[in-house]
């Protein structure tokens, strides 16, 4: 190589360095200024919250709006079924039936006496949650409840899911 | 002296009445708002039947909607607490709010009604085709077209959330849902649309400054390369109609006119044509508000605004089931296939190859196949959303539009 074809590949090479640093610092910038828009923080309510003295559940249905939350009692047990649709994010309706009724759902004959309609998209639940008809993709997720040892108050458990039979002896 | 005061009407008039072709270059030149037009056209680009004129009407939508919008500003408040009292605020408190309101909706809806037509009229009359011009490259607009069709469309989504009633709630919590049902990404996209887990204060701020500032900066700036490519590929693609007529000999008469007064007067017809138009809407048509916005419970049925229904119609009759593993209908329907759809149409003006003489006509023969695929497809799309509009009913069960059933009261 001559002097010439040294100097120049040199001025080439430092050219790319310099876009390197040029575009790179460039790039930089604008990921901080996506990753700004990442909230580190949430000031939401939090997933597990407390709902109500269990002697002043109803016998049957108990929807807790605040929480779009179905709680359940039937004698001494209680259990938490979500109304937010599976599909995309409505609020499900509850639809009972007033008795109990014989209905044949997915080649099964099963005992109900309510169902979880969906208004937007016509997704149906069965009385456990599980879908049979309509696009959601998964049933109505279960949460588990305890008692507050301070005040005795229901407390539900947003953050995990459990079976569909999990129940609270109250 | 007649002579006198016949000079000083030439000095009034002249711009709009030029007399030879220095001055109707002039009258273009030395005009700010004219000087991105060339100094003649063709007749044929001008003529009412050819473009139906459908990207003039959508420039003058925006341009309602911008100065509307900017009023709006001043009157409403982006935050959970007072976004839908100010709504109510415009109808019942602030005088002609209702009218400034209405015209913001109206013109919205018509803005995404003629973008969609002059995407159909483009496609019927190959105007995406570069026909025997060696300069033109008018595949290039035909993608920023598409591109400026999806402004429009997050533009009219972004601002339904505004009012923050259960319409805006539920259209925009089945939106999001959408994103958020994408495989994989799904949680990080519907997390930053949202800023949170939930639709909030950090939605409702998000999707404000992105209707204000963000996409009608977007689409000025895709708007002003739109109309900056017309030029660059030598006008619209009905020139190529005479190009092609004079190189095989036949006799073409000389159809260019002067843009000023030819252009500038259709220009003016159009603008006030749809300005009439907006304001008949406007007087006549209310402008719906639901209650205040609650996650609490969902009106039965929630409709999508109406070009989003056959979307909503999708997303309800594409969930996949095989064996064990289901795909959630929001992504196929709300997601994959509009993608592709939108992807196809898109990509076609590269893939087109019928021929230079199928260039800025209508319905060409040579390409009988391809509209007959598009218009299938288009009124697939029209169909879904007629559908979903009247055949649609609580639990979004399928029932005759006279036949609701009466529902029982929802604790």
Partial sequence: MTDKEIKSKRRE??????????????????????????????YEPPK????????NLAEGMNYFPEHRLFVFKKGNEVWAISAICQHLGCTV???????????????????????????????????????????????LPHYPLEIDPATGFLVVDMSREVKKDWRLKV | ????????????????????????????????WLHWFPPRMTKRSLSWGYSLWLGTISAVLFFILTITGIIL???????????????????????????????????????????????VRVFYTGAYKNGISHMAKRQINWVVGMILLGVTLLLSFS?????????????????????????????DIYYVLAGGTRLDQNALIRFYTLHVIFLPALLLVLFSYHMWRIRKDEGLASVEQEKIARKSGKPVQPEMVFSTPWAVRRIILVSLGTFVWVLFLTVFLESPLEEPASLEW????????????????????????????????????????????????????????????????WFHRSRLVQNLVFTFFALLIVGMIIFAMYFRGPYWGVYWPWAWPELPEII
């Fill in chain 1, 13 to 42: 090479f430092l050219k790319n360095i310099g876009r390197l640093v040029g575009y790179g610092t460039l790039g930089g910038v604008f990921a901080g200024f996506a990753r700004s828009l990442w909230p580190n923080i949430l």
């Fill in chain 1, 48 to 55: 597990r919250v407390r709902l109500i003295d269990p002697k």
């Fill in chain 1, 93 to 139: 309706n509850f639809v009972p039936f007033g008795q109990k009724v014989k209905k044949k759902i997915l080649g099964k004959i099963i005992e109900e006496e309510w169902e979880f309609h969906c208004p937007c998209h016509g997704s149906k639940y069965t009385q456990d949650g599980d879908i049979y008809a309509g696009p959601a993709p998964r049933g």
């Fill in chain 2, 1 to 32: 002296m007649k002579e006198k005061l016949y000079q000083v009407w030439r000095a009034l008039i002249w711009t709009f009445d030029p007399a030879d072709r220095g001055e109707a270059g002039k009258a273009i030149t030395r005009n700010f």
């Fill in chain 2, 73 to 119: 500003m001043f009157l409403y408040v982006p935050s959970v607490e007072r976004a839908y009292q100010s709504i109510k605020d415009l109808e019942y408190a602030v005088s002609f709010g209702w009218f400034l309101r209405n015209m913001h909706r109206w013109a919205a809806h018509m803005m995404v009604a003629s973008v969609f037509l002059h995407m």
């Fill in chain 2, 159 to 187: 601002g339904y959330l505004l009012p923050w009633d259960q319409l805006a709630i539920w259209a925009v919590t089945v939106g999001t849902q959408i994103a958020r049902s994408v495989p994989i990404l799904g949680d």
């Fill in chain 2, 298 to 361: 969902t009106p039965n049925p929630a409709k999508a605004p109406w070009y989003f229904l056959w979307l909503q119609e999708l997303v309800a009759i594409t969930t996949i089931r095989i064996g064990g593993f289901t795909l959630n209908g929001g992504f196929i329907g709300g997601v994959l296939i509009p993608a592709i759809l939108g992807g196809a149409a898109t990509i076609w003006a590269f893939i087109d190859k019928s021929p230079p003489e199928a260039t800025g006509v």
